[in-house]
Antibody
Framework: QLQLQESGSGLVKPSQTLSLTCSVS??????????WSWIRQPPEKGLEWIGYIYYNGTTFYNPSLKSRVTISVDRSKNQFSLKLTFVTATDTAVYYC???????????WGQGTLVRVSS | QSVLTQPPSASGTPGQRGTMSCSGS????????VSWYQQFSGSAPKLLIYNNNQRPSGVPDRFSGSKSGTSASLAISGLQSEDEGDYYCAAWDDSLNGWVFGGGTKLTVL
């Protein structure tokens, strides 16, 4: 059974870099068809797609965040990661790693991890 | 501000049929299937409907989805107190090459 688990720092200082990793179990990231994404949800607000990566390393990012985002994959560890640079308080959110079917739906969600940006 | 538009709240009494809407544009709902997600407080969203009207295994048939043009709707028949939560619509956006979401509808079962 597919499971996704986020890990990383829960507190980041303004202007620094947010780093999160998603550990995937139950299926190989190399299994194809699916994309591996990050989605975030600020407190009491809606969902925002950040970007995704395919098993071959191809990435797509939300234009609103593109200049600050990098998503990478480590196939040897069956993980994918998010880096968001120059964070501000508006980047405070619950960050979810998810598996999706491009053009269709987000099929599986991690439990999410809260990242606070504060000095 | 969310790309897809949802009413912020909806309510109904137990046993009633509840509906919520989702409005988008030609680059998202107008050209791609809609999905719906259910989220309870403190938990991650869960896929409820995909491809406009398909239910993943385990989702009760009380939940149904439909789409027409650039709008979609989610219906819940026989409302139950445990249906209280937030419901989000989403669709792939061809301009963005990624997912766009609605702002969510908070369902209250009175």
């Amino acid at each position: 059974q597919l499971q996704l688990q986020e890990s990383g720092s829960g507190l980041v200082k303004p202007s620094q870099t947010l780093s999160l990793t998603c550990s995937v179990s139950g299926v190989s990231i190399d299994s194809g068809y699916f994309s591996w994404s990050w989605i975030r949800q600020p407190p009491e607000k809606g969902l925002e797609w950040i970007g995704y990566i395919y098993y071959n390393g191809t990435t797509f990012y939300n234009p609103s965040l593109k200049s600050r985002v990098t998503i990478s994959v480590d196939r040897s560890k069956n993980q994918f990661s998010l880096k968001l640079t120059f964070v501000t308080a508006t980047d405070t959110a619950v960050y979810y790693c998810v598996r999706g079917l491009s053009g269709s739906a987000v099929t599986t969600w991690g439990q999410g991890t809260l990242v606070r940006v504060s000095s | 501000q969310s790309v897809l538009t949802q009413p912020p709240s909806a309510s109904g009494t137990p046993g009633q049929r509840g509906t919520m809407s989702c409005s988008g544009s030609s680059s998202n709902i107008g050209s791609n299937p809609v999905s719906w997600y259910q989220q309870f407080s403190g938990s991650a969203p869960k896929l409820l409907i995909y491809n406009n009207n398909q239910r993943p295994s385990g989702v009760p048939d009380r939940f149904s989805g439909s789409k027409s043009g650039t709008s979609a709707s989610l219906a819940i028949s026989g409302l139950q107190s445990e249906d209280e939560g937030d419901y989000y619509c989403a669709a792939w956006d061809d301009s963005l090459n990624g997912w766009v979401f609605g702002g969510g509808t908070k369902l209250t079962v009175l």
